[in-house]
């Protein structure tokens, strides 16, 4: 499940890119309430990024959304 391209030169940290893309994702309703957020292995493994980088992403969504569905790890 591709939910957005992460840009590695783009200057703009990962997790930022990341964070920002969740967001988009559930303004847009491309993920609608009741969806469950991939888990942080399933993006990390897709994107080839350190779990590490979702994992401060997904904390960042969740402390600053109503985002219950996102994974914890």
Do not use: C, H, W
């Amino acid at each position: 499940m591709s939910l957005f391209p992460i840009q590695f030169r783009a200057g703009i940290p990962v997790y930022e890119q990341v964070l920002y893309a969740a967001r988009k994702a559930i303004i847009s309703s491309e993920l609608k309430p009741g969806d469950i957020f991939p888990s942080v292995r399933a993006l990390s493994a897709e994107y080839r990024i350190n779990p590490n980088t979702v994992q401060k992403a997904l904390t960042a969504l969740r402390a600053n959304e109503n985002a219950a569905n996102v994974p914890t790890d």
